[in-house]
């Protein structure tokens, strides 16, 4: 398994770092402590913290093998009330709109003056629109498995969809979070897909955000032996794939 070295003024700082670099939570890094730095005396001798970091975690966050195959959730009529999982699901159109790039990043760019951040915006994608925030010390606009920038990302709509009456779906990421993140969802699905086949059992992943289960139920939907479903209900929701057959 590949690894990095991250370094910070303190263990903490450099696991932040880490996980904004990684696009991986904090709480689920695999590291291990080199140094944990020295503040020196009278700033003499200081050193950084430095930890060396897994590029992805060791292990599924969350999963579970269950001893028996875990049932899909039934409707009333007794059909896979995830039949159609997210991956197949029509997206929400997008409003065209004249110089809409420009106008989106002009708002992101208020958004963020607003909230007293430094950071530079620019365009990623056009079709659809995609914006992407640069600077320094932006973990604060990523949060725990990326909720601030979800929240930020529906701000930005939110502000977009008032001044042209209509959906934009602009994309917005941080320091290329949501590109690493992809990343890690993808290897995520794969290693899983594997465990699943070779123990012949379901496996369980860790609760995700509709836009993170679409990524896993796209990576595995061509596998030629296994097959993904979601369970749960709102934040509990998860993908499960299994073996097929």
């Given at each position: 398994?590949?690894?990095?070295?991250?370094?910070?003024?303190?263990?903490?700082?450099?696991?932040?770092?880490?996980?904004?670099?990684?696009?991986?939570?904090?709480?689920?890094?695999?590291?291990?402590?080199?140094?944990?730095?020295?503040?020196?005396?009278?700033?003499?001798?200081?050193?950084?913290?430095?930890?060396?970091?897994?590029?992805?975690?060791?292990?599924?966050?969350?999963?579970?093998?269950?001893?028996?195959?875990?049932?899909?959730?039934l409707d009333g009529e007794g059909e896979e009330a995830d039949a159609?999982?997210?991956?197949?699901?029509?997206?929400?159109?997008?409003?065209?709109?004249?110089?809409?790039?420009?106008?989106?990043?002009?708002?992101?760019?208020?958004?963020?003056?607003?909230?007293?951040?430094?950071?530079?915006?620019?365009?990623?994608?056009?079709?659809?629109?995609?914006?992407?925030?640069?600077?320094?010390?932006?973990?604060?606009?990523?949060?725990?498995?990326?909720?601030?920038?979800?929240?930020?990302?529906?701000?930005?709509?939110?502000?977009?969809?008032?001044?042209?009456?209509?959906?934009?779906?602009?994309?917005?990421?941080?320091?290329?979070?949501?590109?690493?993140?992809?990343?890690?969802?993808?290897?995520?699905?794969?290693?899983?897909?594997?465990?699943?086949?070779?123990?012949?059992?379901?496996?369980?992943?860790?609760?995700?955000?509709?836009?993170?289960?679409?990524?896993?139920?796209?990576?595995?939907?061509?596998?030629?032996?296994?097959?993904?479903?979601?369970?749960?209900?709102?934040?509990?929701?998860?993908?499960?794939?299994?073996?097929?057959?």
């Amino acid at each position: 398994m590949e690894s990095i070295e991250v370094t910070g003024k303190t263990v903490d700082d450099a696991i932040n770092t880490a996980s904004a670099k990684l696009g991986i939570p904090a709480d689920r890094l695999d590291y291990t402590v080199i140094s944990e730095g020295s503040k020196g005396i009278l700033g003499i001798g200081a050193g950084d913290a430095k930890l060396l970091v897994s590029t992805a975690p060791a292990l599924a966050p969350g999963e579970t093998l269950p001893p028996e195959p875990a049932p899909a959730l039934l409707d009333g009529e007794g059909e896979e009330a995830d039949a159609e999982p997210e991956a197949a699901r029509p997206r929400r159109p997008r409003a065209q709109v004249p110089d809409g790039a420009a106008l989106a990043q002009r708002t992101l760019e208020e958004l963020l003056e607003r909230l007293d951040i430094q950071a530079e915006v620019s365009l990623a994608g056009d079709d659809p629109i995609a914006l992407e925030v640069s600077g320094e010390d932006l973990g604060i606009l990523i949060g725990h498995r990326g909720e601030t920038l979800t929240a930020l990302q529906f701000m930005l709509n939110q502000m977009l969809n008032h001044k042209v009456g209509d959906w934009m779906g602009v994309m917005v990421d941080v320091e290329q979070y949501r590109a690493r993140r992809e990343h890690t969802l993808n290897g995520l699905a794969k290693r899983m897909a594997d465990r699943a086949r070779y123990y012949r059992q379901p496996v369980t992943l860790e609760p995700m955000p509709a836009h993170e289960r679409r990524i896993v139920h796209l990576a595995l939907q061509e596998h030629p032996q296994v097959t993904t479903h979601s369970i749960g209900e709102g934040e509990d929701r998860r993908v499960v794939i299994s073996p097929r057959g």
